[in-house]
Nanobody
């Protein structure tokens, strides 16, 4: 099992930047897919970005060109760099670790973008 703890959220003005971190309780070297999801009030949870074990990345269309996901296997941490933030990026952001036999979630962290 692995525990995931998100940090780095908060309140930022539109156009600003934040970097979210997801610290894992054990090595993420062999975790197939690390992802960030988000859930806005009244909406379903949606996939924001993924990074595979090999480093391949994918992004939701709404964040392409603005967000960057990365993983530091040495420090067991996954990051989400968020630039040019918009009010519609306001949500609780969740870290996820997925493999064929596991699916772990962090507790989530609030990101609020003011206009």
């Amino acid at each position: 099992q692995v525990q995931l703890v998100e940090s780095g959220g908060g309140l930022v003005q539109a156009g600003g930047s934040l970097r979210l971190s997801c610290a894992a309780s054990r090595s993420i070297f062999n975790i197939n897919i690390m992802s960030w999801y988000r859930q806005a009030p009244g909406k379903q949870r949606e996939l924001v970005a993924t990074i595979s074990k090999s480093g391949s990345t994918n992004y939701a269309n709404s964040v392409k060109g603005r967000f960057t996901i990365s993983r530091d296997n040495t420090n067991n941490t996954v990051y989400l760099q968020m630039n040019s933030l918009k009010p519609e990026d306001t949500a609780v952001y969740y870290c996820n670790a997925w493999g064929a036999t596991y699916n772990y979630w962090g507790q989530g962290i609030q990101v609020t973008v003011s206009s």
